[in-house]
């Protein structure tokens, strides 16, 4: 089984926003940081869950289970619904996504169980800033 650690950080809400995911299980250790761009911090959560997604794909895992420190993310997935209208695109493609494995978990996790992914995404708008 793959774990798939996510989050996202915004320096502002809106401003400049990373993501950050750390990968761990079935022989794999990976990290990534990536720069978003100017947005919100829930827009980066759920653009840090897609992007998990489409990684743990990648890799060809059947198992997936998913580890986010963002309440918002982990209840729009486990109920399959998000009540600002702005998030429900980004909620859509992520559930088309978890649909592709055989098995599929999210669990909420507080931050200090979540530093790994945290520090990616603060990595990650860091190097926005100074691109």
């Given amino acids: 089984m793959l774990e798939v650690y996510i989050d996202g950080a ?3 809400n809106p401003g400049p926003s990373g993501i950050g995911i750390f990968i761990k299980g079935e022989g794999h250790l990976i990290k990534i940081s990536e720069y978003i761009g100017e947005t919100n911090n829930h827009i980066a959560e759920f ?3 897609i992007r ?4 743990a794909k990648k890799l060809g895992s059947s198992l997936v289970s998913v580890r986010s ?5 982990v209840a729009s997935v486990e109920k399959q619904y998000v009540k600002n209208e702005l998030y429900q695109p980004l909620l ?9 494995f055989d098995l599929f978990f999210i669990k909420w996790i507080p931050d ?3 530093k790994a992914a945290d520090a990616l995404a ?3 708008i860091l190097k926005g800033k100074t691109s």
Avoid: F, W, Y
């Avoid at 420190?69 to 993310?73: A, F, G, L």
């Avoid at 992520?94 to 592709?100: P, W």
């Fill in 92 to 100: 859509q493609q992520a559930i088309r996504l978890t649909e592709q």
């Fill in 122 to 124: 603060r990595e990650a």
């Fill in 52 to 55: 998990g997604l489409e990684e």
């Fill in 112 to 114: 200090n169980q979540n």
């Fill in 47 to 49: 653009t840090a869950l």
């Fill in 69 to 73: 420190d963002s309440k918002i993310v």
């Fill in 10 to 12: 915004s320096a502002g």
